[in-house]
């Protein structure tokens, strides 16, 4: 469960993400309200998943979805540039989340177990 709570604040992180790019310095009352939202869910999640998950696999997954999903909307629906380097790197920023994930620690029972 504490993977399911990580992803869902990683892909919450993306929309405020994007929130921020559109509230025009916090002035735009329309956007700012569904961004904090977003953040609080985000940072909730996040939070949850550090019950039972290390904080620092915890932390660069959270971070990793975050800028992926970010970058990858970017790109296919903001107009952001796309060249092969940035693609590349892309794939290997989610290749990396990936890895993260195989090579830990399986999460400690809740209670300090």
């Known amino acids: 469960m504490a993977w399911l709570y990580l992803i869902f604040g990683g892909i919450m ?3 405020w993400a994007l929130g921020l790019k559109y509230s025009n310095g916090f002035t735009n009352i329309v956007v700012v309200i569904p961004t904090l939202i977003l953040m609080t869910l985000s940072f909730y999640a996040f939070s949850k998943s550090l019950k039972l ?15 992926f999903g970010t970058a ?7 107009g952001d540039s796309v060249n092969v380097i940035k693609i590349v790197l892309v794939v290997v920023l989610i290749s990396c989340i990936i890895g993260l994930k195989v090579v830990s620690d399986q999460p400690k029972k809740e209670g300090g177990v």
Do not use: R
Not at 53 to 67: D, E
């Open 72 to 78: 990858i909307v970017g790109m296919i629906f903001l």
């Open 13 to 15: 992180e993306i929309g």
């Open 53 to 67: 998950l290390p904080v620092s696999t915890a932390y660069a997954v959270f971070t990793g979805i975050g800028s």
